[in-house]
Every structure is written in C-alpha cells, then in structure tokens.
C-alpha cells in the first residue's frame, strides 16, 4: 500500500504518480493483470528513495537541536557550578568576618 499519492508532498515522484494514475484510468482488466505494475513498482522504488531521503533531512535536524540543547544544558551547568562557588566563597567570608568581629570583642 502507498500513502496518499499527493503530488505535492512527492514532487520527487510526481512523474510516477501520474503514470500509475493514467495507467489505472485505462481498462479495468489492465489493472487486473497486473499491467501497471511496472509503473507500480517504480513508484514504490521513488516513495522509499524519497522516504529514506526525508529520514535523513529530519535526522541532521534533529542532531543540531539536539547540539544546541545540550550547549544550552552545558550553559546552565556552568552557571549553576559559578553560582555555587559564589555562594560557599560568601559564606566564608561571613564566617571570617563573624570570627574577626568575635575576636575584636574579646
């Protein structure tokens, strides 16, 4: 079975499409003895091409968002990791000023 033969969906087989379809508008008993399936199998032969070329499109696609997402979680991490070295330096910093304070009072 084929998917729904849109010539605009498959412009890379849109010579194909048109054959079979003239050639199953011919007689019925055409299509009964398998006449078109030399057009038939052309077709399939240019669907898959066509399907295997999209896999691949959509597969480079998806590998730069992906780049990108994973730069942006790279990002995110770094800026969390200087956060929490941001956080310990104050903390210690207050601890030492609290100890200088202690230390002045005594």
Known sequence: MHPQ????????????????NKCHQQQFYKRMFGICN??????TACLKAASLQ??????VKNKEKR??????????????D????KIILE???AKKAMEGKL????
């Open 5 to 20: 033969l849109e010539s605009e969906r498959f412009i890379s087989c849109h010579e194909f499409i048109d054959a079979l």
């Open 38 to 43: 030399n057009e038939k199998d052309a077709l």
């Open 54 to 59: 999209a896999k691949k499109h959509h597969l």
């Open 67 to 80: 780049g990108k997402l994973e730069d942006k979680w790279k990002q995110l991490d770094d800026d969390e």
């Open 82 to 85: 200087d956060m929490i070295l």
């Open 91 to 93: 903390r210690q910093q």
């Open 103 to 106: 230390a002045k009072e005594d």
